[in-house]
């Protein structure tokens, strides 16, 4: 069945640690794209890749980084999380045609201490 | 400045009752519109998307419509079902990049008591 996954759904983590958001769909679309959002706000985009080895950065700045290896697969990592960094994490996909609607990971809850 | 406002922010109504969810923007120039249903703790999910030419769409309970002119859109939910309760989005997009640029609203966020 064609879907996203995004693992963990929950992490709670220490200052300082190395993490790696993962996100991986199984519809083949090319554009990929990363939010954050939190309580009670709208998303916010940080970053968005249009197809493998494309990364580009979003509205929001943001201290993590992405990488687009293959199709399918969209990590995101913090190489040192801090405080600030405690959100939700949204991913999401779409098809390359213009006008058709993102496709929603279920998200991670990251909590930093 | 592109925006995407919601009202109300939040909202209470029992079950069985039919509610409306409104969204003004100012995105320009216009592509879409979609509405969004977001369970606490979840990704959203898409109920409807809107052209330019399209002044109404309903998915099962869910009826949105589109005045491109005043740039206003509603969401209204017919019967309302406990299961109805979450944050709904409303999201615009602009034509004028390859991005298909999103602009999310806050969400309004609906609790149906029983």
């Known amino acids: 069945e064609a879907d996203i996954y995004q693992t963990p759904r929950y992490l709670v983590i220490g200052t300082g640690k190395k993490i790696t958001l993962e996100c991986s769909q199984t519809m083949g679309h090319d554009k990929m794209y990363w939010y954050q959002q939190d309580p009670g706000m709208e998303l916010h985009l940080i970053h968005y890749s249009y197809g493998v080895n494309s990364t580009e950065k979003g509205d929001l700045s943001s201290e993590s980084t992405v990488s687009r290896i293959r199709t399918e697969h969209f990590p995101l990592t913090l190489e040192s999380a801090r405080p600030s960094h405690t959100s939700q994490y949204l991913c999401?996909?779409?098809?390359?045609?213009?006008?058709?609607?993102?496709?929603f990971g279920p998200g991670t809850r990251l909590t930093v201490l | 400045k592109n925006q995407v406002e919601q009202s109300p922010q939040s909202l209470i109504i029992l079950e069985g009752k039919n509610c409306t969810l409104q969204?003004?923007?100012?995105?320009?120039?216009?592509?879409?519109l979609r509405w969004y249903k977001q369970d606490t703790g979840r990704g959203p999910v898409s109920l409807t998307i809107m052209t330019f030419s399209e002044n109404t769409k309903s998915n099962g309970r869910y009826t949105a419509t589109l005045d491109a002119d005043t740039k206003q859109s509603s969401l209204h939910i017919t019967a309302s079902q406990l299961s109805d309760s979450a944050s709904y989005i409303c999201?615009?997009?602009?034509?004028?990049?390859?991005?298909?640029?999103?602009?999310f609203g806050r969400g309004t966020q609906l609790t149906v008591w029983p």
């Open positions: 999201v615009v997009s602009d034509r004028g990049s390859t991005l298909g640029r999103l602009y």
């Open positions: 969204c003004n923007y100012t995105v320009s120039p216009f592509s879409n």
């Open positions: 999401a996909s779409s098809e390359s045609r213009a006008g058709v609607g993102q496709f």
